[in-house]
């Protein structure tokens, strides 16, 4: 049996329990929370860091608004030890609190974390309780070792009906809360069974029959362990946590000493809480609990602080009142006992041991831009794509630009570095100081900041002794009248920018490791030592350095994924909970407006999809907007040196079919077609016996352009340019043939000009008229894009200008850019080119549009136009926004529709094979295939009755499908074999009568 397996399971499984724990608390009006919870800290800096920190929270909705936060330092700035800070938080609860015994029914969550963080020096000023934890939450944040505390303990008040649970705020203790029940009085200490090798190291206790802590063990080797019965079967004992829960009825005794009559008494406040007793909580508060516990034993216990009058005194009050309780022992398993300890110890985990994490979420990469799969650890930091990280190096909220170099076993902390070699086994952490100064402190990851001169500690890879010497440095250069130590050595010079203190931390470790004679200038630094620099460190600044850091990381990633076609629900997941900032927002378009358009338009696009209101139709409308005006720039740039000489003909008409599509559709449509090419298979066709586009131009003899539209009945005369150039009013009834005249070179798009110069030059006026014979709007036959061809192609012949076939779709692919309608080129394709064509292009902003003929024998065309016959719907359907529907899911990047405008084209290549094979009934299935998958790049493409269109006659036809978009308009079938266009008509009209849904007559051409 894999006992670690199933610890691991366990232990995962209780995590989500108690994220669901947690996000109940958020969300549920009768869920049991904290009533309060109180954070320690060292001084009234950190107070404020954790203050911010938690104000942040709160406004993000990720903390529990009923409960009650405070964050309490050490009283006038000494240290009063976790004990007096204890005394602190119920003197301040009494205080805020209306009722004479303010702990009854309350649950209380203290978290002591107001330690200096010697041995971890770079969270001296943001508290170790906020420094990070490898893992993302579920809501997209960056975790801290607080935000794990207050998830993992979510759970605890619905176990407890009132009292104060402790914790230290340098240990991350994951259990499920349901092994915690506490029904009885005293006090309850909260252990996990760890094997022997590791309690030896830690502390351990020591329980009778009853489950009462009788003995404190405090990092006895295994034999004394074992000896004393501290070791159980399987080699565990029950480690100390830090995790202790104090019932109403023993903090009221506790609360007796700092009061009288249940009133809090100032005197009797400062003889327990003051930098003398500093009474420790878990040695002075927990010793007389033990069941084995005496006085005398009591007296020597080993002091926080010094084992003086005031503390003994203050222990003797201490155990009149808490012997008379006991120490329940909850032992807790599976659960798991992580501990924050050193730099060194930091750095492993990080690196070498988060896998063993990997059940619980953690990994060595969180908050990065970086994608590269390397074995370095990162968390909220910007790593350029040039720079190069060894294995074993932890890199968080930081910078690392241009080329640097990071070596093997560094550490490097809220700096900026660029083009910048970190030597192997160093650490670097940086501050901004409250005078707006900055400081970055240097030593060697394995350093111990409390090691003295005369103990010959190491630092940065040398002895202590050994580093002064090489320096030319002396004892008094370094320390003041302070214990010869780091972390009291004033080692790092202040400077003004965090490049200059960057450069003075690196000539440090010259100084020190290369013999670098830089002594002069550097005795001459203002100098802080790691004690003083995290002091006087301004911590809201380091706050919003990693925030405006994480927004940076956060937006690289968007992009990131973006550009690798990410759906948007992944691109926005970036963001978290929280969500789109408007700093971020606003950091986004102004990359957007620097971008390629494939970016841009995503970037636009994306943004719509996640901002809402008014802002979204913007962005969706700018998204657009860019694809026409990057196409339409492009092919103005191609066409600015055409010229016309004058007018070549009085009159010229022109009369095109209509098409009919049958594969690949929406792959001919921007940006699909400009990012991978399209593939469609179409054919022109008559209806009832015409072709029925026309367009009629002829020269008259007014100074004046005349537009018309005879099937409409609009007509306008035009004498200015500036009228002729707007074309994208989709309500305008001439926008068509405007951009007919801009796409042609007759009007400039943008540019002022004189209509009478430009009529002068070609030598006259002209009257041009558009005219769709029969067919109704929004049929799905293409007709308004083969209308833009005609009048394209009418303009050319009007003014003599030769155009190829290529130049003649380009230009009517230009208008639909013009006009902002967005369209493709299948339909101009279809209809101005005659018989039945495969349409490929490559990909490109310029779309070179190649249309092979198909050449069917004879027997096959008439079988297909025998067995052809379109359905009118009856109704209509708007194009325009169901363009954007439907391409704006392929910019979006969603997967059904980037999977079927593929196959779509495979389709289409199928069909052709079929049709020159001869094999009507194949392509038919094939028909049916693209029906389907019609369907899943737009369910709009059918209806309720479209779908009773095609029931009424499932009988007789063997293939269906929509002209164009669907929706509306037009259907096409394939009749069985021995069924006729006149049995479907009769069929069609028995079930439909005059509703306007019948079969009309059509012709491949």
Same mark, same amino acid.
């Given at each position: ?52 920190? &938690?104000? #942040? @929270?709160? +406004?993000? !909705?990720? %903390?529990?608004? /009923?409960?009650?936060?405070?964050? =309490? ?82 759970? &605890?008040? #619905? @176990?407890? +009906?009132? !009292?104060? %649970?402790?914790? /230290?705020?340098?240990?991350?203790? =994951? ?82 000493? &700092? ?10 406040? /400062? ?735």
């Amino acid at each position: 049996m894999n006992t670690l397996k199933i610890k691991n399971l366990f232990l995962r499984q209780s995590y989500k329990d108690a994220w669901t724990d947690y996000e109940k608390s958020l969300t549920k009006k009768y869920f049991i929370k904290w009533d309060y919870v109180i954070l320690t800290a060292s001084n009234e800096e950190q107070a404020d860091a954790y203050r911010i920190q &938690i104000e #942040s @929270r709160l +406004k993000q !909705g990720l %903390l529990p608004s /009923s409960t009650h936060y405070a964050v =309490l330092p050490d009283p006038d700035g000494k240290r009063v030890g976790s004990g007096g800070a204890t005394f602190n938080v119920m003197k301040y609860i009494k205080e805020i609190s209306d009722t004479k015994d303010c702990f009854q029914d309350k649950r209380i969550l203290v978290i002591h974390s107001g330690g200096d963080s010697k041995r971890v020096p770079q969270y001296s000023a943001c508290g170790k309780l906020f420094s990070p934890v490898p893992r993302q939450l579920p809501n997209g944040n960056r975790s801290t070792l607080f935000d794990e505390l207050i998830i993992s303990m979510s759970g &605890i008040p #619905s @176990r407890i +009906k009132d !009292g104060m %649970l402790v914790l /230290s705020g340098d240990v991350l203790l =994951l259990f499920n809360s349901l092994q915690i029940d506490f029904q009885f009085e005293g006090a309850a200490a909260i252990s996990i069974k760890e094997n022997v090798e590791t309690g030896k190291n830690h502390g351990v206790f020591l329980s009778d029959d009853e489950g009462n802590v009788v003995k404190f063990l405090h990092k006895q080797s295994v034999e004394q362990l074992t000896k004393i019965g501290a070791v159980n079967s399987h080699a565990n004992v029950d480690l100390d946590t830090g995790a202790i829960i104090l019932d109403s009825n023993l903090l009221q005794s506790l609360f007796s000493l &700092i009061s009288i009559n249940g009133e809090l008494n100032t005197d009797k406040f /400062s003889q327990f809480v003051n930098d003398k007793a500093r009474i420790s909580f878990y040695g002075d508060f927990l010793f007389p609990l033990a069941a084995n516990a005496t006085k005398e034993q009591y007296y020597k216990e080993k002091a926080e602080g010094s084992l003086c009058e005031e503390l003994i005194e203050c222990r003797s009050q201490i155990w009149d009142v808490l012997s008379q309780y006991k120490l329940k022992l909850l032992s807790v398993s599976p659960a798991q006992f992580i501990h924050f300890g050193t730099t060194r110890e930091l750095l492993k985990l990080m690196v070498e041991e988060v896998s063993n994490y990997e059940f619980l979420d953690w990994n060595s990469k969180v908050i990065t831009n970086d994608v590269r799969m390397l074995s370095y650890a990162c968390n909220n930091a910007y790593l350029s794509e040039d720079s190069k990280l060894s294995p074993k190096c932890y890199i968080e909220d930081s910078y690392i630009l241009g080329n640097s170099k990071v070596q093997s076993n560094c550490v490097i902390s809220n700096v900026s570095i660029e083009n910048r070699i970190i030597p192997e086994g160093i650490t670097l952490h940086g501050l901004q100081l409250m005078d707006k100064r900055y400081v970055v402190r240097i030593y060697a990851t394995n350093d111990n900041p409390k090691g003295t001169l005369e103990e010959n500690a190491d630092f940065m890879t040398l002895s202590l002794s050994e580093f002064l010497k090489r320096g030319k440095l002396k004892p008094e250069d370094l320390w003041d009248d302070m214990e010869h130590n780091i972390w009291f050595a004033k080692l790092y010079p202040v400077c003004n920018t965090m490049e200059e203190a960057l450069d003075w931390a690196l000539r440090l470790y010259e100084m020190g490791c290369k013999g670098e004679n830089y002594s002069k200038e550097y005795l001459a630094c203002e100098r802080y030592s790691l004690f003083e620099s995290f002091n006087q460190a301004d911590v809201m600044s380091n706050i919003i350095w990693q925030r405006q850091l994480d927004q940076k990381i956060r937006i690289q990633q968007f992009i990131h994924l973006i550009e690798s076609r990410q759906d948007i629900k992944k691109a926005a997941a970036v963001f978290g909970q929280v969500g789109l900032s408007a700093n971020m927002k606003e950091s986004l378009l102004s990359i957007a407006n620097k971008s390629k358009l494939s970016t841009r338009m995503r970037i636009y696009y994306y943004l719509s999809k996640i901002l809402t209101g008014q802002e979204e139709e913007e962005l969706e409308s700018e998204c657009f907007q860019a694809i026409c005006d990057t196409i339409c720039d492009a092919m103005a740039d191609k066409l600015t040196d055409e010229e016309h000489s004058s007018i070549q003909k009085e009159f010229v008409q022109i009369e095109l079919p209509a098409r009919i599509n049958w594969g690949g559709g929406w792959s001919d449509t921007p940006p699909y077609c400009t990012e991978h090419g399209g593939t469609v298979l179409n054919s022109a066709i008559k209806l009832n016996g015409i072709n029925p586009v026309t367009v009629t131009i002829r020269k008259i003899d007014k100074p004046c352009i005349i537009l018309a539209s005879t099937d409409s009945g609009a007509y306008q005369e035009f004498t200015s340019v500036c009228e002729l150039q707007n074309c994208n009013d989709p309500f305008d009834a001439f926008a068509l043939q405007k951009a007919a005249l801009i796409a042609s070179a007759i009007i400039p798009r943008k540019d002022k000009a004189e209509l009478d110069s430009i009529l002068t030059k070609l030598g006259g006026g002209f009257y041009l008229a558009t005219k769709v014979i029969g067919i109704p709007r929004g049929s799905g036959l293409g007709t308004s894009s083969i209308l833009a061809g005609a009048c394209i192609k009418g303009l050319a012949e009007f003014l003599g200008t030769e155009l190829t076939e290529n130049e003649l779709y380009t230009k009517v692919l230009y208008m639909e850019q013009i006009m902002s309608t967005g369209g493709g080129w299948q339909d101009q394709v279809g209809g101005l080119t005659a018989g039945i064509k495969l349409i490929t292009t490559k990909p490109g902003i310029i779309q070179d549009i190649h249309a092979e003929h198909i050449h069917l024998e004879e027997k096959v065309l008439e079988e297909l136009q025998e067995r052809m016959a379109l359905i009118y719907t009856g109704q209509r359907r708007l194009a325009r926004n169901l363009l954007r529907e439907v391409v704006g899911k392929y910019i979006g990047s969603d997967e059904t529709s980037i999977e079927v405008l593929y196959e779509i084209q495979r389709v289409a290549v199928m069909m052709k094979f079929e049709l020159e094979k001869g094999n009507i009934d194949a392509f038919t299935k094939l028909l049916n295939e693209h029906w389907e998958l019609s369907k899943r790049l737009d369910a709009g493409c059918t209806n309720t009755c479209i779908d009773q269109i095609f029931l009424s006659c499932q009988d007789m036809i063997a293939g269906k499908m929509i002209c164009g978009a669907g929706g509306g308009g037009f259907l096409q079938v394939i009749l069985k074999k021995g069924y006729s266009k006149e049995d479907l008509r009769q069929r069609i009209r028995t079930v439909f009568q005059d509703s306007g849904v019948d079969v009309w007559d059509c012709e491949l051409v």
